[in-house]
Protein backbone atom coordinates (compact mmCIF):
# COMPACT_ATOMS: atom_id res chain seq x y z
CA UNK A 1 0.00 0.00 0.00
CA UNK A 2 1.21 3.46 -1.11
CA UNK A 3 -0.23 6.59 0.12
CA UNK A 4 -0.14 9.59 -2.78
CA UNK A 5 -0.86 13.22 -2.43
CA UNK A 6 -4.67 14.40 -3.29
CA UNK A 7 -6.26 11.70 -1.03
CA UNK A 8 -7.01 9.94 -4.16
CA UNK A 9 -7.07 5.40 -4.47
CA UNK A 10 -5.06 3.95 -7.59
CA UNK A 11 -4.94 0.54 -8.15
CA UNK A 12 -2.42 -0.75 -10.41
CA UNK A 13 -1.96 -4.40 -11.85
CA UNK A 14 1.66 -3.42 -12.43
CA UNK A 15 4.38 -6.60 -13.54
CA UNK A 16 6.88 -6.89 -10.76
CA UNK A 17 9.42 -9.02 -9.70
CA UNK A 18 7.36 -10.94 -7.23
CA UNK A 19 4.59 -12.05 -9.88
CA UNK A 20 3.80 -15.66 -9.84
CA UNK A 21 2.61 -17.57 -13.08
CA UNK A 22 2.05 -20.97 -11.89
CA UNK A 23 0.80 -23.67 -14.59
CA UNK A 24 -1.00 -20.63 -16.83
CA UNK A 25 -2.24 -18.53 -14.00
CA UNK A 26 -0.52 -15.06 -13.67
CA UNK A 27 -1.33 -12.90 -10.42
CA UNK A 28 -0.85 -9.41 -10.87
CA UNK A 29 0.69 -7.64 -7.96
CA UNK A 30 -1.45 -4.46 -6.71
CA UNK A 31 -0.59 -0.88 -4.96
CA UNK A 32 -3.44 0.94 -3.45
CA UNK A 33 -3.95 4.61 -2.10
CA UNK A 34 -6.53 6.55 0.03
CA UNK A 35 -9.42 8.38 -1.98
CA UNK A 36 -12.40 9.82 -0.39
CA UNK A 37 -15.11 8.09 0.18
CA UNK A 38 -17.71 8.54 -2.94
CA UNK A 39 -15.36 9.94 -5.17
CA UNK A 40 -13.90 7.70 -8.20
CA UNK A 41 -10.53 6.10 -7.67
CA UNK A 42 -8.02 6.95 -10.94
CA UNK A 43 -4.66 5.63 -10.96
CA UNK A 44 -3.15 7.95 -13.63
CA UNK A 45 0.20 4.33 -13.61
CA UNK A 46 1.70 2.67 -16.71
CA UNK A 47 -1.52 1.02 -17.43
CA UNK A 48 -4.46 2.19 -18.87
CA UNK A 49 -6.80 4.11 -16.41
CA UNK A 50 -9.45 2.30 -14.89
CA UNK A 51 -12.77 3.30 -13.55
CA UNK A 52 -13.83 2.16 -10.03
CA UNK A 53 -17.08 2.92 -8.07
CA UNK A 54 -17.24 1.81 -3.99
CA UNK A 55 -20.33 3.20 -2.94
CA UNK A 56 -22.46 0.54 -1.32
CA UNK A 57 -19.45 -1.88 -1.02
CA UNK A 58 -19.84 -3.47 2.18
CA UNK A 59 -23.47 -3.94 1.76
CA UNK A 60 -23.09 -5.57 -1.45
CA UNK A 61 -20.59 -7.85 0.29
CA UNK A 62 -23.78 -8.71 3.00
CA UNK A 63 -25.52 -10.57 0.29
CA UNK A 64 -27.25 -13.31 2.48
CA UNK A 65 -29.82 -15.73 1.15
CA UNK A 66 -32.35 -16.11 3.64
CA UNK A 67 -32.76 -20.05 4.77
CA UNK A 68 -36.36 -20.36 2.91
CA UNK A 69 -35.70 -19.00 -0.38
CA UNK A 70 -32.72 -21.80 -0.43
CA UNK A 71 -35.34 -24.49 0.51
CA UNK A 72 -37.97 -23.38 -1.90
CA UNK A 73 -34.92 -23.54 -4.64
CA UNK A 74 -33.50 -26.87 -3.54
CA UNK A 75 -37.39 -27.82 -4.05
CA UNK A 76 -37.43 -27.12 -7.65
CA UNK A 77 -38.11 -30.12 -10.50
CA UNK A 78 -35.55 -29.08 -12.57
CA UNK A 79 -31.85 -30.42 -11.91
CA UNK A 80 -29.74 -27.70 -12.65
CA UNK A 81 -31.77 -25.30 -10.58
CA UNK A 82 -31.74 -27.80 -7.50
CA UNK A 83 -27.67 -28.48 -8.25
CA UNK A 84 -27.44 -24.92 -7.67
CA UNK A 85 -28.60 -24.44 -3.93
CA UNK A 86 -27.34 -27.97 -2.51
CA UNK A 87 -27.81 -25.27 1.57
CA UNK A 88 -31.33 -25.74 0.84
CA UNK A 89 -31.51 -29.76 1.62
CA UNK A 90 -33.84 -30.38 4.80
CA UNK A 91 -31.78 -32.82 5.72
CA UNK A 92 -28.30 -30.44 5.81
CA UNK A 93 -29.78 -27.82 8.29
CA UNK A 94 -26.84 -25.67 9.50
CA UNK A 95 -27.80 -23.09 11.88
CA UNK A 96 -25.01 -21.00 11.08
CA UNK A 97 -24.95 -18.03 8.88
CA UNK A 98 -24.47 -18.67 5.32
CA UNK A 99 -20.69 -17.18 4.23
CA UNK A 100 -20.55 -13.73 2.62
CA UNK A 101 -19.27 -13.00 -0.80
CA UNK A 102 -16.11 -11.58 1.20
CA UNK A 103 -15.66 -14.83 3.03
CA UNK A 104 -15.93 -16.86 -0.11
CA UNK A 105 -13.26 -15.23 -2.14
CA UNK A 106 -10.84 -15.07 1.19
CA UNK A 107 -11.27 -18.94 0.90
CA UNK A 108 -10.95 -19.44 -2.44
CA UNK A 109 -7.71 -17.26 -2.42
CA UNK A 110 -6.55 -18.83 0.46
CA UNK A 111 -7.45 -22.54 -1.09
CA UNK A 112 -5.41 -21.17 -4.41
CA UNK A 113 -2.51 -20.27 -2.71
CA UNK A 114 -1.72 -23.41 -0.95
CA UNK A 115 -2.30 -25.18 -4.28
CA UNK A 116 0.31 -22.44 -5.65
CA UNK A 117 2.87 -23.26 -2.77
CA UNK A 118 2.96 -27.13 -3.86
CA UNK A 119 4.12 -25.97 -8.01
CA UNK A 120 7.28 -25.15 -9.10
CA UNK A 121 6.80 -21.52 -10.76
CA UNK A 122 7.70 -20.40 -13.85
CA UNK A 123 7.96 -16.84 -15.36
CA UNK A 124 5.58 -16.85 -19.00
CA UNK A 125 4.29 -13.98 -20.72
CA UNK A 126 2.06 -14.30 -24.07
CA UNK A 127 2.26 -11.59 -26.46
CA UNK A 128 -0.04 -11.46 -29.63
CA UNK A 129 1.38 -10.51 -32.66
CA UNK A 130 -1.60 -8.71 -33.72
CA UNK A 131 -5.19 -7.71 -33.18
CA UNK A 132 -6.71 -9.97 -36.14
CA UNK A 133 -5.47 -13.25 -34.77
CA UNK A 134 -4.16 -14.42 -37.90
CA UNK A 135 -1.42 -16.18 -39.04
CA UNK A 136 2.11 -14.76 -40.56
CA UNK A 137 1.02 -10.78 -40.01
CA UNK A 138 3.75 -9.19 -37.16
CA UNK A 139 2.74 -6.04 -35.61
CA UNK A 140 5.88 -4.15 -34.42
CA UNK A 141 4.20 -1.34 -32.43
CA UNK A 142 1.81 -3.58 -31.21
CA UNK A 143 4.41 -6.16 -29.62
CA UNK A 144 6.66 -3.13 -28.43
CA UNK A 145 3.65 -1.87 -26.52
CA UNK A 146 2.79 -5.43 -24.65
CA UNK A 147 6.55 -5.80 -24.08
CA UNK A 148 6.21 -2.22 -22.42
CA UNK A 149 3.05 -2.67 -21.24
CA UNK A 150 4.41 -5.98 -18.72
CA UNK A 151 7.88 -4.81 -18.39
CA UNK A 152 9.73 -7.39 -19.79
CA UNK A 153 12.76 -5.29 -20.11
CA UNK A 154 12.77 -4.76 -16.66
CA UNK A 155 12.28 -8.86 -15.73
CA UNK A 156 15.22 -9.55 -17.87
CA UNK A 157 17.88 -6.79 -16.61
CA UNK A 158 16.67 -8.36 -13.24
CA UNK A 159 17.18 -11.84 -14.33
CA UNK A 160 20.43 -10.97 -15.47
CA UNK A 161 21.69 -9.14 -12.52
CA UNK A 162 20.90 -12.80 -10.41
CA UNK A 163 20.84 -16.00 -11.30
CA UNK A 164 19.22 -17.28 -14.35
CA UNK A 165 19.06 -20.89 -12.98
CA UNK A 166 18.68 -22.66 -9.82
CA UNK A 167 17.37 -26.31 -9.46
CA UNK A 168 17.90 -28.50 -5.70
CA UNK A 169 20.42 -30.77 -5.53
CA UNK A 170 18.82 -34.12 -6.06
CA UNK A 171 17.72 -33.57 -9.76
CA UNK A 172 20.98 -32.08 -10.80
CA UNK A 173 22.67 -34.86 -9.64
CA UNK A 174 20.21 -37.18 -11.35
CA UNK A 175 20.62 -35.45 -14.58
CA UNK A 176 24.14 -34.55 -15.08
CA UNK A 177 26.07 -37.61 -13.03
CA UNK A 178 26.85 -39.68 -16.20
CA UNK A 179 29.81 -36.38 -16.67
CA UNK A 180 31.99 -37.49 -13.96
CA UNK A 181 33.16 -40.83 -13.74
CA UNK A 182 33.39 -40.43 -9.63
CA UNK A 183 29.47 -39.89 -9.90
CA UNK A 184 28.65 -42.20 -12.35
CA UNK A 185 26.72 -44.70 -12.68
CA UNK A 186 26.12 -44.18 -8.67
CA UNK A 187 26.98 -41.83 -6.31
CA UNK A 188 27.07 -42.74 -2.61
CA UNK A 189 27.41 -39.47 -0.46
CA UNK A 190 25.09 -36.27 -0.36
CA UNK A 191 23.73 -34.85 -3.13
CA UNK A 192 25.42 -31.51 -2.84
CA UNK A 193 29.16 -33.26 -2.35
CA UNK A 194 28.14 -35.23 -5.83
CA UNK A 195 27.53 -31.37 -7.43
CA UNK A 196 30.40 -30.03 -6.12
CA UNK A 197 32.65 -32.90 -6.87
CA UNK A 198 30.82 -33.22 -10.38
CA UNK A 199 31.06 -29.18 -11.18
CA UNK A 200 35.38 -29.51 -10.26
CA UNK A 201 35.44 -32.36 -12.46
CA UNK A 202 34.06 -30.12 -15.72
CA UNK A 203 35.93 -27.05 -14.69
CA UNK A 204 33.32 -24.97 -14.63
CA UNK A 205 34.54 -21.61 -12.91
CA UNK A 206 33.27 -20.26 -9.60
CA UNK A 207 31.86 -17.35 -10.22
CA UNK A 208 29.64 -18.95 -12.50
CA UNK A 209 27.45 -21.38 -9.85
CA UNK A 210 27.11 -20.98 -5.98
CA UNK A 211 25.98 -23.30 -3.56
CA UNK A 212 22.65 -22.65 -1.46
CA UNK A 213 21.15 -24.43 1.25
CA UNK A 214 19.62 -27.17 -1.06
CA UNK A 215 19.42 -25.48 -4.52
CA UNK A 216 22.36 -24.80 -7.12
CA UNK A 217 21.86 -21.44 -8.98
CA UNK A 218 23.38 -20.99 -12.26
CA UNK A 219 24.92 -17.34 -13.10
CA UNK A 220 25.10 -17.93 -17.04
CA UNK A 221 22.50 -19.47 -19.59
CA UNK A 222 25.50 -20.48 -21.13
CA UNK A 223 26.63 -22.75 -18.56
CA UNK A 224 23.60 -24.62 -18.83
CA UNK A 225 23.34 -24.83 -22.61
CA UNK A 226 27.49 -25.89 -22.49
CA UNK A 227 26.05 -28.76 -19.38
CA UNK A 228 23.32 -30.16 -21.76
CA UNK A 229 25.52 -30.41 -24.69
CA UNK A 230 28.21 -31.98 -22.60
CA UNK A 231 25.46 -34.33 -21.63
CA UNK A 232 23.85 -34.93 -25.03
CA UNK A 233 27.37 -36.11 -26.53
CA UNK A 234 27.99 -38.02 -23.02
CA UNK A 235 24.32 -39.82 -23.91
CA UNK A 236 25.52 -40.78 -27.38
CA UNK A 237 28.68 -42.17 -25.85
CA UNK A 238 26.43 -44.12 -23.47
CA UNK A 239 24.10 -45.51 -26.24
CA UNK A 240 27.62 -46.59 -28.56
CA UNK A 241 28.59 -48.09 -25.38
CA UNK A 242 25.64 -50.29 -25.20
CA UNK A 243 25.43 -51.32 -28.38
CA UNK A 244 29.21 -52.32 -28.58
CA UNK A 245 28.24 -54.67 -25.73
CA UNK A 246 24.79 -55.91 -26.67
CA UNK A 247 26.85 -56.67 -30.27
CA UNK A 248 29.41 -58.62 -28.13
CA UNK A 249 26.94 -60.20 -26.35
CA UNK A 250 25.16 -61.50 -29.41
CA UNK A 251 28.82 -62.49 -31.26
CA UNK A 252 29.51 -64.57 -28.13
CA UNK A 253 26.29 -66.34 -27.81
CA UNK A 254 25.95 -67.04 -31.80
CA UNK A 255 29.53 -68.13 -31.55
CA UNK A 256 28.70 -70.65 -28.37
CA UNK A 257 25.63 -71.76 -30.92
CA UNK A 258 27.85 -72.69 -33.44
CA UNK A 259 30.62 -74.41 -31.54
CA UNK A 260 27.70 -76.25 -29.70
CA UNK A 261 26.13 -77.50 -33.29
CA UNK A 262 29.68 -78.18 -34.23
CA UNK A 263 30.39 -80.37 -31.92
CA UNK A 264 26.96 -82.44 -32.32
CA UNK A 265 27.62 -82.76 -36.17
CA UNK A 266 31.24 -84.34 -35.47
CA UNK A 267 29.89 -86.44 -32.65
CA UNK A 268 27.00 -88.02 -35.40
CA UNK A 269 29.70 -87.96 -38.39
CA UNK A 270 32.12 -90.31 -36.17
CA UNK A 271 29.17 -92.76 -35.04
CA UNK A 272 28.16 -93.09 -39.01
CA UNK A 273 31.95 -93.49 -39.89
CA UNK A 274 31.80 -96.18 -36.89
CA UNK A 275 28.65 -97.35 -38.08
CA UNK A 276 29.87 -98.06 -41.81
CA UNK A 277 33.52 -99.69 -40.42
CA UNK A 278 31.44 -102.12 -38.37
CA UNK A 279 29.23 -103.01 -41.15
CA UNK A 280 31.45 -103.79 -43.16
CA UNK A 281 33.79 -105.87 -40.83
CA UNK A 282 30.68 -107.94 -40.46
CA UNK A 283 29.72 -108.34 -44.17
CA UNK A 284 33.71 -109.71 -43.98
CA UNK A 285 33.37 -111.85 -41.34
CA UNK A 286 30.02 -113.64 -42.46
CA UNK A 287 31.97 -114.33 -46.10
CA UNK A 288 35.23 -115.65 -44.65
CA UNK A 289 33.04 -117.79 -42.27
CA UNK A 290 30.85 -119.03 -45.25
CA UNK A 291 34.11 -119.69 -46.86
CA UNK A 292 35.06 -121.51 -43.92
CA UNK A 293 32.49 -123.44 -43.53
CA UNK A 294 31.88 -124.79 -47.30
CA UNK A 295 35.50 -126.01 -47.74
CA UNK A 296 34.98 -128.18 -44.40
CA UNK A 297 31.14 -129.12 -45.89
CA UNK A 298 33.09 -130.24 -49.06
CA UNK A 299 35.96 -131.74 -47.59
CA UNK A 300 33.80 -133.83 -44.91
CA UNK A 301 31.64 -134.86 -48.12
CA UNK A 302 34.56 -136.11 -50.04
CA UNK A 303 35.59 -137.93 -46.89
CA UNK A 304 32.18 -139.86 -46.89
CA UNK A 305 32.08 -140.21 -50.46
CA UNK A 306 35.39 -142.10 -50.09
CA UNK A 307 34.58 -144.22 -47.47
CA UNK A 308 31.21 -145.50 -48.62
CA UNK A 309 30.23 -146.04 -52.09
CA UNK A 310 26.69 -147.36 -51.04
CA UNK A 311 23.28 -145.97 -51.29
CA UNK A 312 23.37 -145.74 -47.65
CA UNK A 313 26.15 -143.38 -47.71
CA UNK A 314 24.75 -141.17 -50.17
CA UNK A 315 21.54 -140.93 -48.01
CA UNK A 316 23.69 -140.48 -44.76
CA UNK A 317 25.35 -137.68 -46.60
CA UNK A 318 22.42 -135.76 -48.38
CA UNK A 319 21.03 -136.48 -44.30
CA UNK A 320 23.95 -135.04 -42.67
CA UNK A 321 23.95 -132.02 -45.47
CA UNK A 322 20.33 -131.20 -45.02
CA UNK A 323 21.10 -130.85 -41.41
CA UNK A 324 23.88 -128.56 -41.85
CA UNK A 325 21.74 -126.93 -44.10
CA UNK A 326 19.17 -126.23 -41.22
CA UNK A 327 21.77 -125.40 -38.81
CA UNK A 328 23.82 -122.75 -40.92
CA UNK A 329 20.16 -121.50 -41.42
CA UNK A 330 19.44 -121.68 -37.33
CA UNK A 331 22.91 -120.33 -36.64
CA UNK A 332 22.98 -117.04 -39.80
CA UNK A 333 19.08 -116.38 -37.81
CA UNK A 334 20.48 -116.41 -34.43
CA UNK A 335 23.52 -113.87 -34.96
CA UNK A 336 21.41 -111.88 -36.74
CA UNK A 337 19.18 -111.25 -33.58
CA UNK A 338 21.70 -111.35 -31.55
CA UNK A 339 24.02 -108.72 -33.75
CA UNK A 340 20.82 -106.59 -33.52
CA UNK A 341 20.23 -106.74 -29.77
CA UNK A 342 23.73 -105.82 -29.22
CA UNK A 343 23.45 -103.20 -31.60
CA UNK A 344 20.56 -102.09 -29.76
CA UNK A 345 22.55 -102.48 -26.31
CA UNK A 346 25.43 -100.68 -27.46
CA UNK A 347 23.84 -97.77 -29.07
CA UNK A 348 21.49 -97.38 -25.87
CA UNK A 349 24.43 -97.54 -23.34
CA UNK A 350 26.23 -95.37 -25.41
CA UNK A 351 23.65 -92.68 -25.34
CA UNK A 352 23.25 -92.98 -21.68
CA UNK A 353 26.75 -92.32 -21.23
CA UNK A 354 26.79 -88.93 -23.77
CA UNK A 355 23.57 -87.70 -21.65
CA UNK A 356 25.56 -88.70 -17.58
CA UNK A 357 28.47 -87.03 -19.23
CA UNK A 358 27.42 -84.04 -20.56
CA UNK A 359 24.43 -83.35 -17.13
CA UNK A 360 26.82 -84.57 -14.59
CA UNK A 361 27.87 -81.40 -13.78
CA UNK A 362 24.79 -80.19 -13.44
CA UNK A 363 22.77 -83.21 -11.66
CA UNK A 364 23.23 -85.68 -8.93
CA UNK A 365 23.32 -88.91 -8.94
CA UNK A 366 19.89 -89.94 -9.26
CA UNK A 367 19.11 -87.44 -11.87
CA UNK A 368 18.04 -90.18 -14.06
CA UNK A 369 15.33 -91.30 -11.97
CA UNK A 370 13.91 -87.31 -11.12
CA UNK A 371 14.38 -86.99 -15.23
CA UNK A 372 12.33 -90.22 -15.80
CA UNK A 373 9.45 -89.55 -12.88
CA UNK A 374 9.08 -85.90 -14.70
CA UNK A 375 8.56 -87.41 -18.29
CA UNK A 376 6.38 -89.94 -17.38
CA UNK A 377 4.33 -87.36 -14.94
CA UNK A 378 4.54 -85.27 -18.06
CA UNK A 379 3.18 -87.76 -20.75
CA UNK A 380 0.74 -89.03 -18.28
CA UNK A 381 -0.54 -85.33 -17.27
CA UNK A 382 -0.42 -85.05 -21.66
CA UNK A 383 -2.27 -88.11 -21.90
CA UNK A 384 -5.06 -86.77 -19.69
CA UNK A 385 -5.62 -83.61 -21.23
CA UNK A 386 -5.78 -85.01 -24.55
CA UNK A 387 -8.00 -87.97 -23.49
CA UNK A 388 -10.48 -84.94 -21.74
CA UNK A 389 -10.93 -83.40 -25.08
CA UNK A 390 -11.70 -86.70 -26.75
CA UNK A 391 -13.99 -88.38 -24.76
CA UNK A 392 -17.08 -89.91 -26.35
CA UNK A 393 -20.43 -89.61 -26.15
CA UNK A 394 -22.55 -90.29 -22.76
CA UNK A 395 -24.80 -93.21 -24.40
CA UNK A 396 -23.76 -96.27 -23.42
CA UNK A 397 -24.24 -98.23 -26.55
CA UNK A 398 -21.54 -95.93 -28.34
CA UNK A 399 -18.53 -97.46 -28.59
CA UNK A 400 -16.03 -94.91 -30.03
CA UNK A 401 -12.84 -94.83 -28.05
CA UNK A 402 -9.75 -92.47 -28.83
CA UNK A 403 -6.71 -94.68 -29.75
CA UNK A 404 -4.11 -95.16 -27.12
CA UNK A 405 -0.94 -92.93 -27.86
CA UNK A 406 1.66 -94.50 -25.81
CA UNK A 407 2.45 -98.32 -25.67
CA UNK A 408 3.09 -98.52 -22.14
CA UNK A 409 -0.31 -97.09 -21.16
CA UNK A 410 -2.22 -100.30 -22.60
CA UNK A 411 -2.99 -101.66 -19.30
CA UNK A 412 -4.10 -97.85 -18.18
CA UNK A 413 -5.94 -97.17 -21.70
CA UNK A 414 -8.00 -100.06 -21.23
CA UNK A 415 -9.04 -99.61 -17.72
CA UNK A 416 -9.75 -96.40 -18.28
CA UNK A 417 -12.12 -97.33 -20.49
CA UNK A 418 -13.84 -99.54 -18.73
CA UNK A 419 -14.27 -97.08 -15.98
CA UNK A 420 -15.72 -94.49 -18.00
CA UNK A 421 -18.32 -97.43 -19.70
CA UNK A 422 -19.59 -98.18 -16.22
CA UNK A 423 -19.52 -94.80 -15.30
CA UNK A 424 -22.05 -93.48 -18.07
CA UNK A 425 -23.99 -96.72 -17.75
CA UNK A 426 -24.15 -95.27 -14.11
CA UNK A 427 -25.26 -91.53 -15.13
CA UNK A 428 -27.51 -93.59 -17.69
CA UNK A 429 -29.27 -95.62 -14.87
CA UNK A 430 -29.83 -93.04 -12.52
CA UNK A 431 -32.33 -91.24 -14.87
CA UNK A 432 -34.95 -94.38 -14.64
CA UNK A 433 -37.82 -94.40 -12.56
CA UNK A 434 -38.52 -97.43 -9.99
CA UNK A 435 -40.58 -98.59 -12.88
CA UNK A 436 -38.06 -98.32 -15.72
CA UNK A 437 -35.71 -99.64 -13.51
CA UNK A 438 -37.69 -102.57 -12.62
CA UNK A 439 -38.56 -103.52 -16.65
CA UNK A 440 -34.26 -102.96 -17.30
CA UNK A 441 -33.83 -105.50 -14.31
CA UNK A 442 -35.73 -108.04 -16.39
CA UNK A 443 -34.44 -107.37 -19.53
CA UNK A 444 -30.75 -107.76 -18.09
CA UNK A 445 -32.29 -111.29 -16.32
CA UNK A 446 -33.84 -112.42 -19.89
CA UNK A 447 -30.25 -111.14 -21.15
CA UNK A 448 -28.26 -113.56 -18.99
CA UNK A 449 -30.85 -116.38 -18.97
CA UNK A 450 -31.87 -116.84 -22.91
CA UNK A 451 -28.59 -114.27 -25.12
CA UNK A 452 -27.01 -116.97 -27.54
CA UNK A 453 -29.16 -119.58 -26.36
CA UNK A 454 -32.62 -118.91 -27.87
CA UNK A 455 -33.10 -117.69 -31.32
CA UNK A 456 -36.52 -115.86 -30.41
CA UNK A 457 -33.94 -113.70 -27.81
CA UNK A 458 -33.09 -110.82 -30.18
CA UNK A 459 -36.71 -110.46 -31.53
CA UNK A 460 -37.99 -109.86 -28.07
CA UNK A 461 -35.00 -107.59 -27.16
CA UNK A 462 -36.74 -104.25 -28.16
CA UNK A 463 -40.22 -105.19 -27.04
CA UNK A 464 -41.02 -103.67 -23.58
CA UNK A 465 -42.29 -106.19 -20.69
CA UNK A 466 -45.76 -104.91 -20.03
CA UNK A 467 -47.35 -107.86 -18.32
CA UNK A 468 -50.73 -107.37 -18.09
CA UNK A 469 -51.99 -108.42 -21.78
CA UNK A 470 -55.38 -109.27 -21.62
CA UNK A 471 -56.18 -105.91 -19.37
CA UNK A 472 -58.63 -107.75 -16.79
CA UNK A 473 -59.64 -104.34 -14.95
CA UNK A 474 -61.25 -103.09 -18.27
CA UNK A 475 -62.34 -106.60 -19.80
CA UNK A 476 -66.16 -108.26 -18.13
CA UNK A 477 -64.97 -111.78 -19.32
CA UNK A 478 -62.06 -111.81 -17.13
CA UNK A 479 -63.83 -110.42 -13.92
CA UNK A 480 -64.18 -113.98 -12.06
CA UNK A 481 -60.49 -114.49 -12.91
CA UNK A 482 -59.86 -110.89 -11.23
CA UNK A 483 -62.32 -111.85 -8.01
CA UNK A 484 -61.15 -115.33 -7.64
CA UNK A 485 -57.22 -113.83 -7.32
CA UNK A 486 -56.29 -111.78 -4.12
CA UNK A 487 -52.15 -111.82 -5.04
CA UNK A 488 -50.64 -109.40 -7.36
CA UNK A 489 -50.71 -110.55 -10.93
CA UNK A 490 -47.37 -110.56 -12.33
CA UNK A 491 -48.48 -111.68 -15.94
CA UNK A 492 -51.42 -112.24 -17.72
CA UNK A 493 -51.63 -113.47 -20.91
CA UNK A 494 -53.40 -116.09 -23.30
CA UNK A 495 -51.37 -119.38 -23.82
CA UNK A 496 -51.92 -122.12 -26.19
CA UNK A 497 -51.80 -125.46 -24.19
CA UNK A 498 -50.58 -128.31 -26.65
CA UNK A 499 -52.85 -131.36 -26.09
CA UNK A 500 -51.29 -134.25 -24.43
CA UNK A 501 -53.38 -136.90 -26.71
CA UNK A 502 -53.25 -135.62 -30.15
CA UNK A 503 -50.59 -132.31 -30.13
CA UNK A 504 -53.78 -130.00 -30.55
CA UNK A 505 -54.62 -126.48 -29.23
CA UNK A 506 -57.22 -126.20 -26.28
CA UNK A 507 -57.15 -123.81 -23.05
CA UNK A 508 -55.92 -123.79 -19.10
CA UNK A 509 -58.37 -124.78 -16.91
CA UNK A 510 -56.08 -125.42 -13.59
CA UNK A 511 -53.90 -123.21 -10.98
CA UNK A 512 -49.98 -124.59 -10.37
CA UNK A 513 -48.15 -123.28 -7.09
CA UNK A 514 -44.88 -122.08 -7.64
CA UNK A 515 -42.83 -124.60 -5.57
CA UNK A 516 -44.34 -127.27 -7.59
CA UNK A 517 -43.04 -126.28 -10.41
CA UNK A 518 -39.15 -128.21 -11.35
CA UNK A 519 -38.29 -127.05 -14.53
CA UNK A 520 -38.92 -124.82 -17.63
CA UNK A 521 -37.70 -126.02 -21.04
CA UNK A 522 -37.65 -124.65 -24.42
CA UNK A 523 -35.89 -125.45 -27.56
CA UNK A 524 -33.29 -122.94 -28.71
CA UNK A 525 -35.46 -122.64 -32.25
CA UNK A 526 -37.04 -119.29 -33.01
CA UNK A 527 -40.73 -120.81 -31.64
CA UNK A 528 -42.55 -119.94 -28.56
CA UNK A 529 -43.17 -123.78 -27.46
CA UNK A 530 -42.25 -124.43 -23.60
CA UNK A 531 -42.63 -127.36 -20.72
CA UNK A 532 -43.27 -126.67 -17.29
CA UNK A 533 -42.28 -129.56 -15.13
CA UNK A 534 -44.47 -130.46 -11.97
CA UNK A 535 -43.27 -132.17 -9.05
CA UNK A 536 -43.47 -136.15 -8.53
CA UNK A 537 -46.46 -136.36 -6.18
CA UNK A 538 -48.14 -132.77 -6.17
CA UNK A 539 -51.78 -132.57 -7.03
CA UNK A 540 -51.04 -130.43 -10.17
CA UNK A 541 -48.99 -133.25 -11.85
CA UNK A 542 -51.80 -135.47 -11.64
CA UNK A 543 -52.32 -135.79 -15.54
CA UNK A 544 -48.49 -134.94 -15.98
CA UNK A 545 -46.47 -131.78 -17.28
CA UNK A 546 -47.50 -129.05 -19.15
CA UNK A 547 -46.93 -128.06 -22.68
CA UNK A 548 -47.41 -124.44 -23.78
CA UNK A 549 -47.27 -121.75 -26.55
CA UNK A 550 -46.93 -118.27 -26.15
CA UNK A 551 -46.49 -115.22 -27.89
CA UNK A 552 -44.23 -113.80 -25.42
CA UNK A 553 -42.08 -116.73 -24.37
CA UNK A 554 -39.73 -114.41 -23.26
CA UNK A 555 -41.03 -112.48 -20.82
CA UNK A 556 -42.85 -115.54 -19.06
CA UNK A 557 -39.75 -117.29 -18.99
CA UNK A 558 -38.24 -114.37 -16.86
CA UNK A 559 -41.06 -113.27 -15.03
CA UNK A 560 -41.49 -116.44 -13.39
CA UNK A 561 -37.47 -116.93 -13.16
CA UNK A 562 -37.17 -114.06 -11.16
CA UNK A 563 -40.80 -114.69 -9.21
CA UNK A 564 -40.24 -118.18 -8.05
CA UNK A 565 -36.39 -116.65 -6.79
CA UNK A 566 -38.32 -114.22 -4.91
CA UNK A 567 -40.96 -116.64 -3.28
CA UNK A 568 -38.64 -119.44 -2.89
CA UNK A 569 -35.11 -118.54 -2.41
CA UNK A 570 -34.40 -121.25 -5.17
CA UNK A 571 -33.13 -120.66 -8.76
CA UNK A 572 -35.52 -122.15 -11.71
CA UNK A 573 -34.19 -124.09 -14.03
CA UNK A 574 -34.74 -123.33 -17.41
CA UNK A 575 -33.26 -125.95 -20.11
CA UNK A 576 -33.26 -125.08 -23.49
CA UNK A 577 -32.84 -127.78 -25.87
CA UNK A 578 -34.22 -129.32 -29.26
CA UNK A 579 -34.92 -132.82 -27.31
CA UNK A 580 -36.22 -132.53 -24.06
CA UNK A 581 -38.69 -135.08 -22.10
CA UNK A 582 -41.82 -134.35 -20.97
CA UNK A 583 -44.49 -136.48 -18.59
CA UNK A 584 -47.68 -137.16 -19.78
CA UNK A 585 -49.72 -138.95 -16.90
CA UNK A 586 -47.59 -142.47 -16.90
CA UNK A 587 -45.62 -142.37 -20.11
CA UNK A 588 -42.37 -139.79 -20.92
CA UNK A 589 -42.69 -138.45 -24.22
CA UNK A 590 -39.85 -137.03 -25.90
CA UNK A 591 -40.22 -133.35 -27.60
CA UNK A 592 -38.38 -133.04 -30.63
CA UNK A 593 -38.11 -129.55 -32.54
CA UNK A 594 -36.74 -129.50 -36.83
CA UNK A 595 -36.64 -127.00 -39.45
CA UNK A 596 -39.00 -127.90 -42.25
CA UNK A 597 -41.86 -125.73 -44.31
CA UNK A 598 -45.16 -124.97 -42.86
CA UNK A 599 -48.21 -124.73 -44.40
CA UNK A 600 -49.63 -122.44 -42.65
CA UNK A 601 -47.08 -119.83 -43.06
CA UNK A 602 -44.68 -119.23 -40.20
CA UNK A 603 -46.91 -121.11 -37.31
CA UNK A 604 -44.64 -124.00 -35.45
CA UNK A 605 -46.99 -126.87 -35.64
CA UNK A 606 -47.03 -130.09 -33.36
CA UNK A 607 -47.30 -133.74 -34.47
CA UNK A 608 -47.57 -136.94 -32.64
CA UNK A 609 -45.91 -139.93 -33.98
CA UNK A 610 -46.04 -142.31 -31.45
CA UNK A 611 -46.73 -142.93 -27.67
CA UNK A 612 -42.54 -141.64 -26.86
CA UNK A 613 -42.32 -138.99 -29.61
CA UNK A 614 -43.97 -135.12 -30.32
CA UNK A 615 -42.31 -133.69 -33.59
CA UNK A 616 -42.46 -129.82 -33.66
CA UNK A 617 -41.62 -127.99 -37.16
CA UNK A 618 -40.00 -125.17 -36.80
CA UNK A 619 -39.67 -122.87 -39.82
Known amino acids: MDLKGGGELGICATSALGACDVEGVWMPSFWFA ?7 ALSPVCCPQVL ?17 LSQAMWKAGHVLIKSLFPEGNPAKVNLKRPPTAGSQFKASVATLMKNLQTKNPNYIRCIKPNDKKAAHIFNESLV ?8 LLENVRVRRAGYAFRQAYEPCLERYKMLCKQTWPHWKGPARSGVEVLFNELEIPMEEYSFGRS ?10 FQLEDIRKQRLEDLATLIQKIYRGWKCRTHFLLMKKSQVVIAAWCRRYAQQKRYQKIKSSALVIQSYIRGWKARKLLRELKHQKRCKEAATTIAAYWHGTQARRELRRLKEEARNRHAIAVIWAYWLGSKVRREYRKFFRANAGKKIYEFT ?3 IVQKYFLEMKNKMPSLSPIDKNWPPRPYLFLDSTHKELKRIFHLWRCKKYRDQFTDQQKLIYEEKLEASELFKDKKALYPSSVGQPFQGAYLEINKNPKYKKLKDAIEEKIIIAEVVNKIN ?6 GQIKSEVPLVDVTKVSMSSQNDGFFAVHLKEGSEAASKGDFLFSSDHL ?8 RTTLSQTNQKLNIEISDEF ?6 DKVCVKFIQGAQKNGSVPTCKRKNNRLLEVAVP
Request: glycine content about 6%.
Open 144 to 151: CHQIRYLG
Open 500 to 505: RANGKS
Open 34 to 40: AAPRGEP
Open 376 to 378: LQR
Open 215 to 224: KIFIRNPRTL
Open 581 to 586: LVQFRQ
Open 52 to 68: YQVEGFVDKNNDLLYRD
Open 554 to 561: IEMATKLY
